[in-house]
């Protein structure tokens, strides 16, 4: 039974735990270095993440003059909020 999935958790903890599923969970000894998804992976995720989660802010986060240095301080706060979690 996978018991995180059995009630309310913060999004961070969701998004971890997606993040750690993407390493071989079948291997007694996965190799997290070596699977674990890279910065710009998961950088492509959250953007479509945040595509689908919150329009209005992948709207405002796109149209903003400097869009890249908006979406990169977002991306490293949730990035370091997920891998307290991961």
Not at 8 to 35: H, S
Not at 40 to 66: C, M, V
């Amino acid at each position: 039974i996978d018991f995180e999935y059995a009630g309310y958790n913060p999004r961070a903890v969701d998004l971890g735990n997606t993040f750690c599923e993407c390493c071989d969970m079948n291997n007694l000894k996965p190799n997290y270095d070596a699977e674990y998804p890279t910065k710009g992976e998961q950088d492509w995720f959250l953007r479509k993440y945040i595509a689908a989660a919150d329009p209005d802010l992948n709207e405002w986060l796109e149209s903003h003059t400097s869009n890249e240095q908006a979406w990169d301080g977002l991306l490293e706060e949730l990035r370091l909020e997920i891998g307290k979690h991961a």
